[in-house]
């Protein structure tokens, strides 16, 4: 086990407050804007998470580490969040899978983790005056100057992050869902053979998201954010999958013009990043939220059944659907603050939602959605516009039978 | 989903008497049910035997029955009120027994009765191991290998099959009444047998053994739309093996990775969903395999439960209040977060602290139990504490237990100072109330964490977290104080009295020090949300942190403080006293701040009181309270002998506390300020003597008399109180005694033998003084108060001894300047009445009295307290009613095999129940079938007395001839009974061989069993007491005991068990 060093860190916020407490992980400086995560468990999913880039997460739960890391519970090929804020930094796990503890882990990812402080205080400061840009540092220790960084900062806003997270080039993704004992499954060719093939775009795709489509029979070939419309299509797919990712999903034009150009002509399913680009290739508005939604405890009422599902969300902005009367309807919402949490086409073949039904962290109550898709990518072929019209009929055909 | 509208009234069963694994938590989750199906607008009618519980109050519910929990008086009820639906998930596992057997007699239907919540074949389902384990295998999931035997035939096939160890699990019992495991054969058919035995269908479940895995439970709740939450997720620090109810359990669960928590949801919602429970919580147990991760699934509980109360107060999530709403037709959604205010019930809360439980043990009540856990569960209470971190909230709990502990202490107290790590080796691989105590001792010694990981299986997570504490001691003793020390050792939980410890110093000098520095704790919510969302509800636990929450306004407030965990000699009848006045005094326009750590409880529901500091109940944790919050006063003498404890040292700090002053309950409970106050009176008491040495206790012995009874002072529930009958007797429990007492010293009264005793409660306001009750007991004097059985009114007393009773408890209240409640025992020996005992604050007996009288003494004495007079309350007399109220006393002998049922003066009952009616006779007979003593109406009837007891055998044998009894008895007896002109048939002693009385018990061939100890021949009697039991059996320890069963068992054949509800009795 390596010793940590006993060293002081200490955040700064871009309004004045700091919190001082000790230093795991790297030893060195991050800048990014504070957000926090409600999820008492998968904070190795969230460090992993390419959404973060840009962010530093506080993870509510105090007791963070517990069950050390390993190689299996990744949700990308490395650490995201420019900064790690908790309670407790637990320094010998306990669990039959763990191979590293979270200090190990972070200071060969080279990211800054600072634990021991008041993360209850911070989480209250950020509900009240919202999420913003800090500095996280322990090599500068003096308050004022990191203050002044963190005021720097630019933020998020109009940034495209995607870009930095994004693969260099397309791939092929074969790997299905986690099994206990038997870890990731991988496809073989036989049962890949007549499945559809689905282009998903990768704004910062988490790895459940493409182990989700492959449990959910699809043949997975993941494209750069930057593709453009032509690009995509001429892979031929079924259907496009637009992924979750980092920042403002305004920042992203390429991207509204790529979705604007395959709707209709694919069948399109969007999470999070990839529901907002959706909203904006629609010609609809997206805003930022105060501090935005990270956890895996969010209700989401389905308008059209009327239950309600517990889901894993983890996004800063959100999309106005007021902007897009008589293009999209609103199907999901967040119980706890009336916002938009998905969406469905009208005349065009599309849905998405804001939350993450890939989950990973969080609970599996939507995982319908990824059957959903493989009907919709099914069925687009013969109903073509009416496609979403009569899925949603035979859906409830379905439920009520 | 609204609403139901064709519900207009719900009938709903509550849990009976508290017992061993079934405590407080309902009267909570029933507490709740009502008030939330009141608000609907629904007409709430309940069935309760237990007087002492929040939900038996007639304010509550519309129609409130005490009376016994048997089907058939529920099948009076039902007809009488004919609600539309019976409520039966929040009374647990009597409540759903009771509605199985309602249900599948055909009640249910004659009367269109209709079961919410869990519909029968649910319950079945799940309670039914076969059931249930085949609805397992249909929706994949794994479960131990197992299978039912119903004789000994049956369980040897499986043994061959499945193997040893295995667990036993007899069905249908509470707690795991008669469960065991069997590693050995000899072993094994013995505990079969012993489990068959305790199953009321003769049934048991053998399991493959997953001792040692780590052991989790979710409770998870679903509404009528089959939308599923799970509220919370617990670890159990003891692995498989130990009863949930009797491990250290922790929320929320600290070793899984969310891969893993995933399936365990999974699996969960699942499960409630095959099992069909349509709406409200459910507890299901998991367990994995530390090496694999591989899950099978335990059991399920199909309403809510204790951990269902735990997750309630660990998450501020009220399960039982939603699920009683989900019952009546609302969806989760449809229901507001009561703490948010903004967000809907339909959730999953999240919780940013760690929830520590500890279970509370009584082993030194029973000799001859062995300090061991198992799978049935022995514990009577628990604590629970919260803290910032696992350490902080383990050490919380720690002291929160009240077992003197405030910390890790070494416990030098059970095991030589010079113990052998061999020693200590054994105690960590064998679970016990101090397991964790020895664990952390070990590794004081130098154990490695993996080898107490290997011996105990207790997962490492929490293995370290404790050698870091127990690391932490030395810098904790030898550090300079500094703000850095106490920072850093307070957010380890440190307590101010534990540091003082390690550094041998007093606890005032380490507070003193740490405020010097400034380092005060701060308070935070516990909101559901992890501080997402703005708590409207101060709940608050403290911490060392930055930012406190609490937010004091400057309202006049009043300050209660709670009984903390259960135990015997003090539980829920005070937690009821703590609720009375919070009530009350809100009422009167106070701000309450209730203090308090047991989590079973109505006073820790949110809901009670303004404010709620979940906190152990020391001296630091309330000071520290006090000092944030201000309070006009504090209530200490309504949370029995913990708060009382604190009374003096708080008035010290500068704390004010309400009602009857510090010196005055000082004045009664110090032996020689108290023999004044008696003699300056000119009362009588037997005479007593107070002795701090062994010369001292055998020279006033010898002035006094043999018997004698000798108590240490300053405890409750009669701890360590005996009966001795000569020196040698003596010198055995003064070795012993110094233990139970370090500071006070032994006291020691002449026996009256065979005294009447009585229970006087009186209420004061400084001025007048009202009598509450006089209660006669049915035992003689000698007999714990808080375990005999007593009647109100009294059945015997003159006119004459009454008004002298009462004048005698106005003296002593004026005397002590008595400001709220006051109880007085007395004894009435030869004609005179002798003081026992005065207990200036709530007695045992008030939430009895109250619900006898029709008065609410304990909101009375609040009021009172916040200075108001009773002739302004409006009541100035006491009310003696024309019925009768009989309380009578429930015992855990059944919890520990080997353990005599013989009673005296220490106190061994968890609970009560009430019987009331228009005679003594039934109201007696009410109160005994309520506590399980099932009277029989005929049979044959065994007694073997003692010489000195057969003289009183007349009415009682008499009695049962006329009735058609037939008798047995031994040798003496029968010749005695024979010359009183009754049939006798003689049966022998065990002693005297083959057949003999116990092989007649086990054959079935008795119906009850009246046996009063013989000093000499205790071997034999407690045999057949031990076997009746065993038989469940009525049996009668005490001739004043079977006299008053004869009369019951006559108005039961004679009139029958009728039922009248409380709002009835009290109208007119």
């Known amino acids: 086990m390596a010793v940590r060093p006993n060293r002081e860190a200490i955040l700064a916020l871009a309004d004045g407050r700091t919190f001082r407490g000790r230093a795991f992980g790297t030893i060195g400086e991050a800048v990014g804007e504070v957000v926090f995560n409600t999820a008492m468990t998968g904070y190795q999913e969230v ?35 420019e900064g790690f804020i908790i309670k407790e930094c637990c320094e010998r796990p306990s669990n039959w899978r763990s191979e590293l503890s979270l200090h190990e882990y972070l200071e060969q990812a080279g990211v800054v983790g600072i634990e021991g402080i008041d993360t209850r205080a911070l989480v209250r400061h950020i509900r009240t005056h919202g999420a913003q840009e800090a500095v996280l540092s322990s090599i500068d220790l003096e308050p004022e100057s990191l203050i002044r960084k963190a005021k720097a900062s630019p933020g998020l806003i109009g940034k495209d992050l995607v870009a930095e997270v994004t693969c260099a080039e397309a791939y092929d993704w074969e790997l299905s869902d986690w099994e206990l004992g038997r870890g990731y499954r991988a496809m073989s060719k036989e049962e890949m053979r007549d499945a559809p093939r689905v282009v998903a775009l990768d704004y910062g795709i988490k790895l459940n998201i493409l182990r989700r489509l492959v449990a959910s029979g699809f043949r997975v070939r993941v494209m750069p954010a930057h593709s453009t419309a032509d690009q995509i299509l001429a892979e031929n797919p079924d259907g496009v999958f637009l992924s979750n990712g980092p920042g403002d999903p305004a920042a992203l034009p390429y991207a509204h013009k790529a979705v604007a150009g395959v709707l209709g002509k694919k069948p399109v399913f969007g999470i999070c990043l990839g529901h907002q680009i959706l909203g904006l290739a629609l010609g609809g508005q997206t805003y930022k939220l105060d501090f935005g939604h990270h956890g895996a405890n969010h209700p989401v009422l389905d308008l059209r059944t009327t239950r309600v599902e517990i889901t894993s969300q983890n996004h800063g902005f959100a999309v106005d659907t007021e902007s897009l009367k008589g293009r999209a309807e609103l199907s999901h919402l967040n119980l706890n603050d009336r916002t938009v949490e998905g969406m469905r086409g009208q005349g065009v073949p599309f849905f998405s939602v804001q939350y993450h039904p890939e989950a990973s962290p969080g609970p599996h109550d939507s995982s319908y959605l990824f059957r959903r898709f493989r009907k919709m990518v099914e069925m687009f072929p013969r109903y073509g516009a009416d496609t979403l019209d009569r899925l949603m009929a035979e859906e409830t055909v379905n439920a009520n039978g | 989903m609204p609403l139901r509208k064709d519900l207009k009234s719900v009938l709903l069963i509550g849990s009976g008497p508290i017992v061993i694994g079934q405590a407080c938590e309902f009267d909570y989750s029933g507490t709740q049910a009502i008030k939330a199906l009141r608000e609907e607008g629904l007409r709430l009618i309940l069935v309760n035997s237990n007087p002492a519980t929040i939900m038996t109050d007639p304010e509550l519910a519309d129609r409130t029955y005490i009376e016994p929990m048997t089907a058939a008086a529920i099948a009076k009820i039902i007809e009488r009120e004919w609600p539309d639906a019976l409520l039966p998930t929040v009374g647990g596992q009597t409540a759903l027994n009771l509605a199985i057997e309602l249900a599948e007699s055909g009640v249910l239907d004659r009367f269109k009765c209709e079961l919410i919540g869990a519909k029968l074949p649910a319950i079945k389902k799940a309670e039914d191991r076969d059931l249930f384990k085949q609805a397992m295998v249909n929706i994949g999931l794994e479960v131990p290998r197992s299978a039912i035997a119903h004789s000994m035939d049956d369980a040897e096939r499986i043994r061959r099959e499945l193997g040893l160890p295995l667990i036993i699990r007899p069905s249908r019992t509470l707690g795991g009444t008669g469960g065991s495991i069997a590693r050995e054969l000899d072993e094994f058919r013995a505990r079969v047998a012993w489990g068959l035995e305790m199953s009321p269908i003769h049934e048991v479940l053998l399991e493959e053994s997953v001792e040692g895995w780590k052991e989790f439970e979710l409770e998870v709740m679903r509404d009528g739309a089959d939308n599923v939450v799970i509220i919370c997720s617990i670890e159990n620090l003891d692995p498989m093996g130990v009863h949930t109810g009797d491990s250290i359990t922790v929320a929320p669960a600290q070793t899984l990775t969310d891969k893993e928590y995933q399936i365990m949801r999974d699996a ?23 090496k694999s991760g591989r899950m099978v699934v335990i059991e399920m509980n199909p309403r809510v439960s204790r951990s269902s109360a735990l997750a309630s107060k660990a998450t501020g999530f009220p399960i039982a209040k939603i699920a009683a709403r989900l019952a009546v037709g609302y969806r989760l959604d449809e229901i507001p977060n009561d703490i948010t205010k903004k967000t809907p019930a339909c959730f999953e809360p999240t919780i940013d602290y760690v929830v520590t439980k500890i279970p509370r043990f009584t082993f030194e009540k029973f000799r001859g139990a ?35 502990s405030f910390g890790f202490e070494p416990h030098s107290k059970d095991a030589n100072r010079d113990e052998t790590l061999a020693a200590l080796r054994k105690e960590v691989g064998r679970p016990s109330s101090l397991r964790l105590y020895h664990l952390a001792n070990a590794l004081r010694l130098g154990i490695s964490r993996e080898e107490a990981h290997a011996l105990s299986r207790i997962d490492p997570w929490f293995i370290d977290a404790i050698a870091e504490i127990v690391a932490a001691e030395d810098g904790a003793a030898r550090e300079p104080f500094s703000e850095s020390y106490f920072r850093k050792f307070k957010a380890m939980g440190f307590s101010d009295r534990r540091i003082a410890d390690l550094r041998g110093i007093e606890e005032g000098e380490v507070a003193r020090s740490r405020r010097s520095f400034g380092v005060m704790p701060v308070f935070k919510a516990v909101d559901t949300c992890g501080a997402e969302f703005q708590a409207f509800t101060p709940y608050l636990y403290s911490t060392y942190e930055g930012e406190d929450e609490a937010e004091p306004d400057n309202r006049r407030k009043v300050m209660i403080l709670g009984g903390g965990p259960n135990r015997i000699g003090q539980g829920i009848e005070f937690d009821y006293c703590c609720v009375h006045a919070s009530l009350a005094l809100k009422e009167a326009g106070f701000e309450t701040i209730m203090v308090n750590c047991n989590p079973e409880t109505v006073s820790t529901d949110y809901d009670i009181s303004d404010r709620l500091y979940f906190e152990p109940l020391t001296f630091e944790d309330v000071l520290a309270i006090a000092e944030r919050e201000k309070p006009m006063g504090v209530i200490v003498q309504f949370g029995g002998q913990t708060p009382l404890k604190l009374a003096v040292p708080l008035a010290r700090a500068g704390v004010p506390i309400l009602g009857t002053t510090p010196d005055a309950i000082d004045r009664a409970e110090d032996r020689e300020r108290f023999n004044a106050l008696v003699e300056k009176l000119g009362l009588k008491q037997p005479r007593g003597i107070l002795a701090r040495s062994l010369d001292e206790a055998v020279a006033g012995a010898e002035r006094i008399g043999y018997p004698v009874l000798i108590r240490p002072s300053y405890v409750l529930g009669g701890r360590a109180m005996e009966v001795i009958a000569d020196e040698a007797g003596l010198r055995r429990y003064v070795a012993q005694a110094f233990e139970a007492s ?9 026996y009256l033998r065979g005294a009447t005793e009585v229970d006087v409660d009186a209420i004061s306001d400084g001025e007048t003084v009202v009598i509450g009750g006089i209660m006669e007991h049915v035992e003689h004097a000698g007999i714990h108060s808080g375990d005999s059985a007593c009647a109100l009114p009294p059945r015997s007393l003159s006119p004459e001894l009454q008004r002298s009773l009462i004048d005698q408890t106005k003296m002593l209240a004026r005397e002590l300047g008595v400001v709220g409640l006051i109880n007085v025992q007395y004894a009435i020996y030869e004609g005179e009445v002798f003081i026992l005992e005065v207990n200036p604050r709530a007695s045992r007996t008030i939430p009895f009295v109250s619900k006898a009288i029709g008065v609410p003494l304990a909101k009375l004495a609040a009021l009172v307290m916040a200075g108001r007079k009773l002739a302004d309350l409006g009541f100035t007399s006491e009310r003696v009613p024309r019925h009768v109220a009989v309380k009578e006393s429930v015992f855990p002998f059944a919890r520990f095999s080997g353990v005599d049922t013989i009673l005296g003066p220490e ?26 003593s099932d009277l029989p109406l005929g049979g044959r009837v065994f007694i073997s007395v003692r010489d000195e007891d057969k003289p009183l055998l007349d009415p009682i044998v008499r009695g049962l001839a006329e009735m058609g009894f037939e008798l047995v008895a031994t040798r003496g007896t029968a010749a005695y009974i024979t010359r009183l002109g009754c049939r006798c048939e003689t049966i022998n002693k065990v002693l005297e061989g083959s057949p003999h009385i116990v092989d007649a018990i ?5 119906a009850a069993v009246i046996n009063t100890p013989d000093a000499s021949g205790t071997a034999d009697s407690f045999s057949i007491r031990r076997t009746a039991l065993e038989h469940r059996l009525p049996y009668f320890t005490t001739m004043a005991g079977a006299r008053a069963a004869v009369e019951g068992i006559r108005a039961l054949r004679s009139e029958g068990l009728e039922v009248r509800a409380l709002q009835d009795y009290h109208r007119g």
């Open chain 2, 268 to 290: 969960a919602l699942r499960i409630i969903r095959e099992i069909g429970v349509d709406t409200g919580g459910s507890n299901i147990q998991f367990a994995i395999d530390p």
């Open chain 1, 47 to 81: 460090l992993t998470d390419p959404s973060y880039r840009g962010q530093m997460v506080c993870m509510t739960y105090p007791e963070i580490g517990n069950t050390g890391v390993n190689r299996e519970d990744v949700e990308s090929r490395r650490v995201y969040v």
């Open chain 2, 907 to 932: 106190m061994k009952s968890t609970g009560e129940v009430m019987g009331i009616d228009s005679s003594f006779a039934m109201a007696f007979a009410k109160a005994e079938i309520a506590a399980s």
């Open chain 2, 742 to 750: 370090e500071r006070h010293p032994l006291l020691i009264d002449r």
């Open chain 2, 1002 to 1006: 086990v054959q079935g061939r008795i």
């Open chain 2, 370 to 404: 062995t300090d061991e856990l198992g799978p049935q569960m022995k514990s009577v209470g628990e604590a629970m504490a919260i803290g910032r971190t696992f350490k902080e909230s383990l050490q919380k709990a720690l002291r929160s237990l009240e077992i003197g």
